[in-house]
């Protein structure tokens, strides 16, 4: 578990055999979305405080869904590591709601894998699978996500 009482991830057992599911809570869409993202560097190192925040990299996605918007924010991060070598943190999460798509841009920062990173578990994608983004009551929100490895 990661953050106070109000915001954290937590990893939950017994959703899936080999995949790891991930429950956030927190008081903002972004910290959700930042959240989600820690939880993927706490899967893929063993202690992501050691990632060095020397790399600065942009994301801008949309979709018209919020809950598969976390997903492909995820799975963004999940295609630079694969292609770049780039294990990321955001440090910005903008969303902002229009008429007719939902737009999530993202200012990160993290470092190349080959400075020294031991990969702990290799994620392969954020599945469809139980997910969820929504506004639980007026001041929390909560997602569910189940990362394939």
């Given at each position: 578990m990661s953050g106070n009482s109000k915001e954290y991830f937590e990893f939950v057992?017994?959703?899936?055999?080999?995949?790891?599911?991930?429950?956030?809570?927190?008081?903002?869409?972004?910290?959700?979305?930042t959240l989600n993202a820690e939880a993927l560097l706490h899967v893929c190192l063993e202690d992501p405080s050691k990632l060095d925040k020397v790399t600065k990299y942009h994301i801008l996605l949309q979709?018209?869904?919020?809950d598969l918007l976390l997903v492909k924010f995820l799975n963004e991060l999940i295609f630079i590591k694969d292609t770049k070598g780039l294990l990321l943190y955001p440090e910005t999460i903008h969303i902002v709601y229009s008429k007719d798509v939902i737009v999530c841009e993202v200012d990160c920062i993290g470092d190349y894998i080959t400075?020294?990173?031991d990969i702990n578990v290799d994620p392969k994608a954020i599945t469809m699978h139980k997910v969820?983004?929504?506004?639980?009551?007026n001041d929390e929100w909560e997602s569910f996500i189940v990362i394939d490895v």
């Amino acid at each position: 578990m990661s953050g106070n009482s109000k915001e954290y991830f937590e990893f939950v057992e017994d959703i899936t055999l080999a995949d790891i599911a991930v429950h956030c809570r927190a008081k903002t869409v972004e910290k959700i979305f930042t959240l989600n993202a820690e939880a993927l560097l706490h899967v893929c190192l063993e202690d992501p405080s050691k990632l060095d925040k020397v790399t600065k990299y942009h994301i801008l996605l949309q979709h018209n869904y919020l809950d598969l918007l976390l997903v492909k924010f995820l799975n963004e991060l999940i295609f630079i590591k694969d292609t770049k070598g780039l294990l990321l943190y955001p440090e910005t999460i903008h969303i902002v709601y229009s008429k007719d798509v939902i737009v999530c841009e993202v200012d990160c920062i993290g470092d190349y894998i080959t400075n020294g990173y031991d990969i702990n578990v290799d994620p392969k994608a954020i599945t469809m699978h139980k997910v969820k983004c929504e506004k639980i009551n007026n001041d929390e929100w909560e997602s569910f996500i189940v990362i394939d490895v």
